[in-house]
């Protein structure tokens, strides 16, 4: 699967239950549009994620930040484990062609960041807002929907791709 | 799929036709023993081995040292794009559940001195052999066919697990 | 220097010639203050804030991004070079014992998430604010001058190694 | 002291005796010789590389594999915490312009062989030997001495800079 697009959904390992709807929802329509998803492998906002894919057919990659294969979420496809701790965030993000932040992490904060220093497309759903003195910073889209949220990002990916 | 066992090949991104001809055998061995498969993702006997495991239906994985995934030969199942240079090299083997190396890249070398450390099985398949104060020192098992190489690396990674 | 404090700097690469100053400055106060300074060894607030610190006598590490320790900006005391592109961030804040943000480049904010997911302390200075729903979210304190965001990281630092 | 040659020394973290007194002659020669020490931060070997560079007042960095600083030995003049565990080798060798590697220990190995893969001046002390197929292969100095390891990593890593 190395022509199909590839979007990265972060969110909190603990995550309320609207959060781990919205995140397996998001992770169904990825697979449905048949896109790979990418995820940090762990549980709450990761393992919705995981799952959502996984009941609509999809394939789902866990990066996880632990050096145990086995603690990944079981319904990853492929679980990768780096040993790397919080720096596995920038293994997440450099695999996609976009990301979907979900929620209000400090780890989902640092791969919105990390995405945008890196010039990937960033959506966002009921997470973070960024501004500077006092002012709102507009970096990244704000869906909201989940179907609004991977729309966006598919298309963007896909913009990117081709640019 | 977290379940099943996860065999890491390693060997030259340059590989002889020879080589090549071990790393088709031995990725499409992993894939009929029902194994996942890890690689670096590149040309050579990377895509040798993934193209065998493509070719018998099975699932791999290639964590490329570049920050581009397309960058993934086009049989992995899926690509990890780390942007880490060789430092990747720890994650593909600390992915895996047991280490096959084929042939005599000092990448090579480095994953199976990696895996030894990390305390996970090695195989070797027409590969390095390593000494001290010019005597032999047998740190990893020798396989002499693709298919001692596979029984003896699941042998040892499902040995792993359980203990 | 394995007792002293680290604090680290970051900041943009194409900094303006106000954050220069700031960097400047803040690198020159924890050197007086017998800080070791951290930063991402490149050009702009992070060779500002190396050469406050030379200037003052004091120490600093740059943790370089690249492959090359050569590309270091000539004011660190000693460059270590990753050659592993934005996961380097992680390692910058792993290091420290407390963060100062300076300017708002995207590496930056990811820097500041980092360190909030690592709980360690984290002072902002010109920096980015974070908020969600409209509101703000005061997750780091913000301070004022140079003086102001070196005496709170210190104390904080102090802080979080008694406890 | 960007300008000054970098020398990673690299063996294991239970020396024995002679081990050690290698380790501690060869950071007290580089540090004589003006170098800066690279190593991996930990006891043993790293210990006494370390130590004998402070005894000459010389300059080292360790990079260790941990999350925490404070678990560098006591005589590094400054330490790195990559949390990257075993990855962090490869940041250890991609900093220096030369690898010295004493004693047989597996992480050394992987040590030899990244520096190899990078195209690094390898010298050894008393540590792995090479071979394919029966025979030997010189992929790097054995050195005698701490004397003559130290010669040759310098002599060597200041023809790879010029060249």
């Known amino acids: 699967m190395t022509r199909e697009l590839y979007i990265a959904v972060v969110g909190p390992s603990a995550a309320t239950p609207a959060e781990h709807a919205l995140g397996e929802q998001v992770g169904r329509l ?58 596995r965030n920038a293994i997440v993000v450099r695999t996609a062609d976009a990301v979907i932040a979900i929620g209000g992490e400090f780890g989902t904060l640092s791969e919105i960041a990390l995405a945008l220093k890196m010039g990937k497309p960033v959506v966002g759903l009921d997470t973070w807002e960024l501004g500077k003195r006092g002012g709102r910073v507009e970096a990244f889209v704000q869906a909201s929907t989940p179907e609004d949220a991977v729309s966006t990002a598919l298309a963007a990916a896909e913009l990117a791709r081709t640019s």
């Open 30 to 87: 990825i697979a449905e549009r048949g896109a790979v998803l990418v995820c940090g492998g762990l549980g709450g906002l990761m393992e919705a994620a995981a799952g959502g894919s996984a009941a609509a057919g999809g394939t789902s990659i866990g990066v996880l930040p632990t050096a145990d294969r086995t603690e990944a979420n079981p319904y990853v496809t492929v679980a990768v484990a780096t040993g790397m701790g919080e720096a």
